[in-house]
């Protein structure tokens, strides 16, 4: 219990050192954040994205810095190539409506005090769908017929009033599909079929998954857990919450490799031979 | 034995169904995706009447606590007045329904989930010892993982360390991911064969 307390107590001294004194430490850029940085601010003029949050609370401590410098980038272009927004969730595999609550976050904390909306109009640049539980039905229902699955936004008006809406119906009147999630194959599985480039973000448990997709091109690009998220806030030029949090991840990583060596050194020289 | 009690309709239904939607996605015929659509959004519907039995269940469980005066009744109350206050909340005022998510579920929530990470180190510490060389391998790949989701492992071992682990994340660990999920996919297939014959009764209540 001793040795679990001082480990504790290790950990929290550790991560507070960024406080004290910031680190600083370069991060490399990686081939798949250059890709994923790419493929959005490659989208042609006046193109539509859909964009799905399926991430709760907990994901959101972990990749909410990918999704930021997502949505930056998103909204930028909406005022200089003017492309549209369709941005909604279905609630992943939990089916809970975090991320529509996350989805106003981002608007109420990041998007409107930074003048990301300023000069856009709701319904004609971007249209919130709000929570469409049902997860893979829902996901199928957004290439296929999203009308019939959303057939009110996330205010309660019709989207057949909606201006953006009128020109769009299925997934091939997407120029990008764009998730993030915990997930892969459920995406692939309803959305690869529509040919249309899939960029995700992700969290650092699902690479291994992404990875077999993205070598035989179904997903365009995805950013892979923090590190990730930090390189597309410093190749977008919004740094945020994952850079932030660097120094720190880098530490308590450092420290996972010391706790893991450190007793086994210990215990392959002294411990084996006292039998502890 | 009552009709109502008789296993045999609801294993005809699982099979009817399952069928159907299985049907539906390797033929093609248009009618049969229509219907198909259709079941699979079901289990929606039906998981907001879970919801519903999941409430009265908690509200019971949590009333009878407190009205017995039962051990750990404060918890119960607090549980129910949580409960009770986040419903009206969100019928009611919305900003104070917004309010308690966006500043009391969300941050607990998190908080929850870092506080897990203080377990895994003393995991790491408890319970990774070289007594095998299967758990050298184990360690080892472990540490390389690790310095390779920050920048330090390519710091320290130079850019070839980041293409050895990403040629162990894209070839062995993705290929032992894909087989994991084609097994847990013949286990579902054989689940269901089994549902479809009555041998699997879990899903109507059965052993």
Same mark, same amino acid.
């Given at each position: 219990?001793?040795?679990?307390?001082?480990?504790?107590?290790?950990?929290?001294?550790?991560?507070?050192?960024?406080?004290?004194?910031?680190?600083?430490?370069?991060?490399?850029?990686?081939?798949?954040?250059?890709?994923?940085?790419?493929?959005?601010?490659?989208?042609?003029?006046?193109?539509?994205?859909?964009?799905?949050?399926?991430?709760?609370?907990?994901?959101?401590?972990?990749?909410?810095?990918?999704?930021?410098?997502?949505?930056?980038?998103?909204?930028?272009?909406?005022?200089?190539?003017?492309?549209?927004?369709?941005?909604?969730?279905?609630?992943?595999?939990?089916?809970?409506?975090?991320?529509?609550?996350?989805?106003?976050?981002?608007?109420?904390?990041?998007?409107?005090?930074?003048?990301?909306?300023?000069?856009?109009?709701?319904?004609?640049?971007?249209?919130?769908?709000?929570?469409?539980?049902?997860?893979?039905?829902?996901?199928?229902?957004?290439?296929?017929?999203?009308?019939?699955?959303?057939?009110?936004?996330?205010?309660?008006?019709?989207?057949?009033?909606?201006?953006?809406?009128?020109?769009?119906?299925?997934?091939?009147?997407?120029?990008?599909?764009?998730?993030?999630?915990?997930?892969?194959?459920?995406?692939?599985?309803?959305?690869?079929?529509?040919?249309?480039?899939?960029?995700?973000?992700?969290?650092?448990?699902?690479?291994?998954?992404?990875?077999?997709?993205?070598?035989?091109?179904?997903?365009?690009?995805?950013?892979?857990?923090?590190?990730?998220?930090?390189?597309?806030?410093?190749?977008?030029?919004?740094?945020?919450?994952?850079?932030?949090?660097?120094?720190?991840?880098?530490?308590?990583?450092?420290?996972?490799?010391?706790?893991?060596?450190?007793?086994?050194?210990?215990?392959?020289?002294?411990?084996?031979?006292?039998?502890? | 034995?009552?009709?109502?009690?008789?296993?045999?309709?609801?294993?005809?239904?699982?099979?009817?169904?399952?069928?159907?939607?299985?049907?539906?996605?390797?033929?093609?015929?248009?009618?049969?995706?229509?219907?198909?659509?259709?079941?699979?959004?079901?289990?929606?519907?039906?998981?907001?009447?879970?919801?519903?039995?999941?409430?009265?269940?908690?509200?019971?469980?949590?009333?009878?606590?407190?009205?017995?005066?039962?051990?750990?009744?404060?918890?119960?109350?607090?549980?129910?007045?949580?409960?009770?206050?986040?419903?009206?909340?969100?019928?009611?005022?919305?900003?104070?329904?917004?309010?308690?998510?966006?500043?009391?579920?969300?941050?607990?929530?998190?908080?929850?989930?870092?506080?897990?990470?203080?377990?895994?180190?003393?995991?790491?510490?408890? /319970?990774?010892?070289?007594?095998?060389?299967?758990? &050298?391998? *184990? #360690? !080892? =790949?472990?540490?390389?993982? $690790? %310095?390779?989701?920050?920048?330090?492992?390519?710091?320290?071992?130079?850019?070839?360390?980041?293409?050895?682990?990403?040629?162990?994340? /894209?070839?062995?660990?993705?290929?032992?991911?894909? &087989?994991? *999920? #084609? !097994? =847990?996919?013949?286990?579902? $297939? %054989?689940?269901?064969?089994?549902?479809?014959?009555?041998?699997?009764?879990?899903?109507?209540?059965?052993?």
């Amino acid at each position: 219990m001793t040795l679990d307390r001082l480990i504790f107590l290790g950990l929290i001294v550790v991560l507070a050192i960024p406080f004290v004194h910031v680190l600083g430490i370069p991060i490399p850029i990686s081939p798949e954040t250059r890709k994923y940085h790419q493929a959005i601010i490659g989208l042609p003029k006046g193109c539509n994205v859909l964009w799905v949050t399926d991430i709760d609370f907990t994901l959101w401590v972990e990749i909410q810095g990918g999704e930021i410098a997502t949505m930056k980038m998103l909204f930028k272009l909406m005022k200089e190539r003017q492309i549209h927004l369709v941005w909604t969730t279905t609630g992943g595999d939990t089916g809970l409506p975090d991320g529509r609550i996350l989805i106003h976050r981002m608007i109420d904390e990041y998007l409107r005090p930074g003048g990301f909306l300023e000069g856009l109009k709701y319904g004609e640049d971007y249209v919130l769908l709000g929570w469409l539980p049902g997860w893979e039905t829902s996901l199928r229902g957004l290439v296929t017929d999203i009308h019939k699955l959303a057939p009110t936004d996330d205010f309660g008006t019709p989207i057949d009033q909606i201006p953006l809406m009128k020109g769009i119906h299925s997934g091939k009147d997407f120029a990008l599909l764009g998730y993030s999630s915990y997930y892969v194959d459920q995406y692939m599985r309803q959305w690869s079929d529509q040919k249309v480039p899939i960029i995700a973000d992700l969290s650092a448990s699902a690479v291994s998954f992404a990875k077999p997709w993205f070598a035989k091109g179904f997903v365009s690009a995805y950013l892979g857990g923090a590190a990730a998220c930090a390189e597309i806030e410093q190749l977008s030029g919004y740094p945020g919450p994952a850079a932030a949090a660097m120094d720190a991840q880098i530490l308590g990583h450092i420290a996972a490799v010391v706790v893991l060596v450190v007793p086994n050194l210990y215990w392959l020289t002294i411990g084996r031979k006292r039998g502890k | 034995m009552s009709v109502l009690k008789r296993k045999e309709i609801p294993v005809a239904l699982f099979a009817v169904f399952g069928l159907t939607v299985l049907f539906a996605y390797f033929s093609g015929v248009k009618e049969l995706e229509s219907i198909s659509s259709s079941l699979i959004t079901w289990p929606v519907t039906l998981a907001m009447f879970a919801i519903i039995l999941g409430i009265a269940g908690f509200v019971g469980y949590h009333a009878r606590i407190v009205s017995k005066r039962l051990g750990g009744w404060p918890y119960s109350l607090e549980a129910l007045l949580a409960f009770v206050i986040t419903l009206a909340a969100g019928f009611v005022f919305k900003p104070l329904y917004d309010y308690i998510v966006t500043n009391i579920v969300v941050t607990l929530t998190v908080a929850v989930t870092c506080f897990v990470a203080f377990y895994n180190y003393t995991l790491f510490f408890r /319970a990774t010892r070289v007594r095998t060389v299967w758990v &050298a391998i *184990l #360690i !080892v =790949v472990s540490i390389m993982f $690790i %310095l390779w989701m920050v920048p330090v492992g390519a710091m320290i071992f130079g850019p070839g360390f980041t293409a050895v682990v990403d040629w162990i994340y /894209a070839y062995p660990n993705a290929g032992g991911m894909k &087989a994991l *999920l #084609i !097994v =847990v996919a013949v286990g579902i $297939i %054989l689940l269901f064969i089994r549902g479809c014959l009555g041998y699997e009764k879990s899903q109507i209540g059965g052993e």
